[in-house]
């Protein structure tokens, strides 16, 4: 799963390299925490968050497949 996040954000920003996906586990569900350079936050999330949207309804449908609960979170790269 985290490697479908990664895949699809570093397709969309400006500086694959800064990308840092990270996955922690809270209460029984996953969230994955997008960490990308602030120059590329805007391509993430698009106008009104509709790329951000279209992120978490693509991995949610992936891991419905495996019964898992799923959550896309994304922050600048100075953020934690």
Known sequence: MKELVEFIVKAL????D????EEKFENEETVFYVKVAESDLGRV????GKIANSIRT???AAAIKDKKSVY??????DEA
């Open 13 to 16: 920003v400006d500086n694959p």
């Open 18 to 21: 800064s990308v840092l996906i």
């Open 45 to 48: 999330i698009g106008k009104q």
């Open 58 to 60: 693509i991995v949610k």
């Open 72 to 77: 896309v979170k994304i922050v600048s790269g």
